[in-house]
């Protein structure tokens, strides 16, 4: 079956503007998440969703991310009024839920702030 | 706050060649997982261990689970150019069964 994907690939973009990316977790997975890669590190976590809701959102750097998933499949992390230190890899990745630790990430999404 | 090392940072071998890369962590994981990612592309999972002093092997890879659940290894055995990649562990802990907290992970370059 399909994976995670995420789009864009690669987005740039300049410093103040705003940026929406977007995951498609695999089918009947009901846990969401979204990491963030920068260069040289592993992923550091910052969602989790759990169906619709955002069961942990402790990651978030501030408030200017955001994210959603309202219909608890798709999801969108959005930024707003982006910083150059913003520039990274954003990864989602997806899980059975319940007490199953497996998570599948997608490819991610490369976001460069010029 | 969780910290998990790995090492070696970087490990360039030849072709042929064994090697054994490690994790570890002052606090006791729950679970652990294992990932290699390429270049431009995703993490992908090899193995999940939950059990202390569990063993799971994987063709010519083989993972290991400290018996406190406190670090883990990777030992490849012969390994080959397709093995490049950065290896990445992540653990599930402070009751947490969903938040991974990662390593910065091993670059492995296995030159034919």
Not at chain 1, 62 to 83: H, M, W, Y
């Amino acid at each position: 079956g399909a994976g995670v994907s995420q789009t864009p690939s690669n987005k740039v973009t300049e410093k103040g503007k705003y940026v929406e990316l977007r995951c498609d977790p695999i089918s009947g997975h009901t846990a969401l998440y979204w990491y963030r890669q920068s260069l040289g590190q592993g992923p550091e976590f910052l969602i989790y969703f759990q169906g619709t809701g955002a069961a942990d959102d402790s990651g978030l750097p501030n408030d200017r991310f955001f994210a959603v998933r309202p219909e608890g499949s798709v999801s969108t992390l959005k930024i707003q009024r982006t910083e150059r230190g913003d520039s990274a890899v954003y990864l989602c990745a997806s899980s059975l839920g319940g007490r199953t630790p497996e998570q599948f990430f997608g490819p991610g999404t490369r976001l460069t702030v010029l | 706050t969780q910290l998990l090392e790995q090492s070696p940072q970087f490990l360039s071998i030849q072709e042929g060649e064994n090697l054994t890369v490690y994790c570890n962590s002052s606090s006791v994981f729950s679970s652990l997982q294992w990932y290699r990612q390429e270049p431009g592309e995703g993490p992908v999972l090899l193995v999940t261990v939950v059990t202390g002093g569990e063993v799971k092997k994987l063709k010519r890879l083989t993972f290991q689970f400290g018996d406190a659940r406190k670090d883990s290894s990777l030992h490849i055995t012969a390994a080959q150019p397709g093995d490049t990649g950065l290896y990445l562990c992540g653990g599930m802990s402070g009751g947490s069964n969903y938040k991974l907290t990662f390593g910065k992970g091993t670059l492995l370059t296995v030159n034919p």
